[in-house]
């Protein structure tokens, strides 16, 4: 089946794991769900910070993550060959959907299983977007973030050093862009 033909959550998916493999890192990020992300990362202290203050930690939130996580990310996809789903939907849940997935991959003679679980958000454009990964078996990726940075960093200093850390990190990557689609031969 072609991309046409896949349900919505699995078209969201295959799309982000096909624009991280390909490095289409700025196109990724407009699969996020930054908002959603924010309120799990910072918690509580998400409705201490003014409008400006949550734009400012998306943008940076995401540039962070592109430039440390999408190249391991990618590393992993290069030797990609199926995906399978299975989708949990609980209308209860205000949009939300669980996707676990089985991620295939050949390197050599061995096969690797990923077993990953997938939290999608419905946005107000009715679009699904990534919200939280986690591998089965860990605590989720924005758990992991929350517990071992955000909170600490928050705790110490509160927004302001949040912001300047990041800012500080994002500074050291590079610019995030979108690699050109090299044509089959």
Not at 59 to 68: K, L, R, S, Y
Not at 113 to 137: A, I, M, N, P, Q
Request: glycine share 8%.
């Amino acid at each position: 089946a072609g991309v046409r033909d896949k349900v919505p959550h699995e078209k969201v998916i295959g799309v982000l794991i096909n624009n991280v493999r390909y490095g289409q890192d700025k196109a990724v990020l407009t699969h996020l769900d930054g908002d959603r992300q924010a309120r799990e990362l910072l918690g509580p202290a998400y409705d201490q910070g003014t409008p400006e203050q949550r734009a400012e930690f998306i943008t940076f939130f995401h540039h962070i993550f592109a430039g440390v996580a999408f190249p391991k990310m990618r590393d992993s996809f290069e030797h990609l060959t199926t995906i399978t789903y299975a989708a949990k939907v609980d209308p209860a849940s205000g949009g939300r959907v669980d996707v676990d997935s089985v991620i295939h991959i050949q390197a050599g003679p061995k096969e690797q299983e990923l077993k990953v679980r997938y939290w999608l958000s419905k946005g107000t454009d009715g679009k699904l977007r990534v919200v939280d990964v986690t591998l089965v078996g860990d605590k989720s990726m924005l758990t992991n973030i929350r517990e071992d940075q955000v909170k600490p960093i928050l705790a110490e200093g509160g927004w302001p050093k949040l912001l300047e850390l990041m800012r500080s990190r994002a500074g050291e990557l590079p610019a995030l862009t979108d690699k050109p689609l090299v044509p089959k031969k």
